[in-house]
């Protein structure tokens, strides 16, 4: 299945620093999930700490599997936002749960996305990125073709797309050069 990301993972990059999610996280999540304004494009979360600290601990399982990796994101020493690996397969993955603060400046989300994409493809080792974009979502959409994904179909919610790995390793060094 390839490598597994040990749970005390820390990574800084680009300003962030990067560590898995753990059960004290659980209140930050849930205030950014039941934001109606950030939470427009994600499945609903019930406004329910004690819910969320139960699905981290189940998730924390996952994790010790290398079947799931839930990621948080700080600056500074705030929680800025969070995102997920899930779905891994030998060679493919998916990124989602991707949500972020209220006036985090616009470079936060898309590092952290850099950042996603660079543990899943170049230290997990996975050739293939899945993922979905809710339709009305057209920032992300037009971030995404920036990245270059490829978009193989749509239904009425969502945009699919696959996207691999020299493909990003090459967008990133160029989005990198628009932003650092």
């Known amino acids: 299945m390839g490598n ?5 993972f820390s990574f800084e990059k680009y300003g962030l620093k990067v560590r898995l999610v ?9 205030k950014l999930r039941t934001d109606k304004r950030l939470s ?13 600290v139960e699905w981290i601990k189940k998730y924390k399982y996952r994790e010790y599997q290398g079947l799931e990796y839930y990621f948080i994101y700080i600056y500074n020493g705030e929680r800025m936002g969070v995102n997920r690996l899930y779905d891994i397969g030998d060679d493919d993955f998916t990124g989602g749960s991707f949500i972020f603060k209220k006036k985090c400046p616009f470079e936060y989300p898309v590092f952290a996305t850099l ?5 899943a493809f170049n230290f997990l080792n996975k050739k293939i990125a899945n993922g979905d ?13 920036l990245l270059k994904v490829k978009f193989t179909s749509q239904d009425e919610l969502n945009m699919y797309y696959v ?18």
């Open 4 to 8: 597994i990301i040990d749970k005390n």
């Open 22 to 30: 753990n059960e004290s996280d659980a209140e930050f999540i849930v």
């Open 40 to 52: 427009t494009f994600i499945h609903s979360t019930k406004n329910d700490v004690e819910k969320q």
């Open 115 to 119: 950042i996603q994409l660079d543990i």
């Open 133 to 145: 974009i809710r339709l009305g979502n057209k920032k992300v959409i037009k971030f995404h073709k």
């Open 163 to 180: 996207y691999h790995r020299d493909v990003f390793n090459k967008q990133k060094c160029i989005i990198e050069d628009m932003l650092i």
